[in-house]
């Protein structure tokens, strides 16, 4: 949708981006993947082109100690040998504020979340998950990953 590139183009000036479309849980939307600064980001639209969410992949340590002691002791009572796969932070919200964020007013108000991509052990099986997490820490859900199969042959 036009509203969404505009956002887009306005957000992240000069940005080489690549556009797709989803469908996830029956919900189909519209995500542009680009890199900002040193960072990946993901743009996520539903399909009137109303921002959704923005992802920023980060590492572990770049949240904060008490966030991640909350968080990671979550994962731990589910299975103690899980595997971090990706760490996002998420941000949401009222979208002009969501561009002042991310244009360096870090004091506006906007939802900051993190979502963790992860394997872990259940039913005796090696699963993939995902796990959104509130901005202390705690679990707000998580929904088993299905892995699409693929039609390439792999030798």
């Known amino acids: ?33 680009l890199k900002w600064g040193d960072l990946k ?20 340590k770049d949240i904060p100690k008490d966030t991640w002691e909350t968080l990671s002791q979550t994962l731990h009572e589910e299975d103690d040998n899980f595997k971090i796969r990706k760490i ?7 979208p002009d504020l969501v561009v002042q964020y991310i244009q360096g007013n870090k004091s506006v108000d906007i939802i900051h979340r993190y ?12 699963n993939l998950w995902e796990g959104l997490f509130s901005n202390d820490g705690e679990i707000i859900s998580k929904r088993k990953v299905q892995l699409l199969t693929t039609d390439n042959l792999d030798f």
């Open 1 to 33: 949708p036009q509203v969404a590139v505009e956002w887009v183009d306005v957000t992240f000036p000069l940005a080489k981006v690549k556009w797709y479309f989803e469908e996830t849980s029956g919900l189909k939307s519209f995500e542009a993947k």
């Open 41 to 60: 980001h993901s743009v996520e639209f539903d399909t009137s082109g109303i921002l959704e969410d923005v992802e920023i992949d980060i590492d572990w």
């Open 88 to 94: 996002q932070k998420q941000l949401s919200g009222n």
């Open 115 to 126: 979502e963790i991509e992860y394997f872990s052990t259940s039913e005796d099986k090696f």
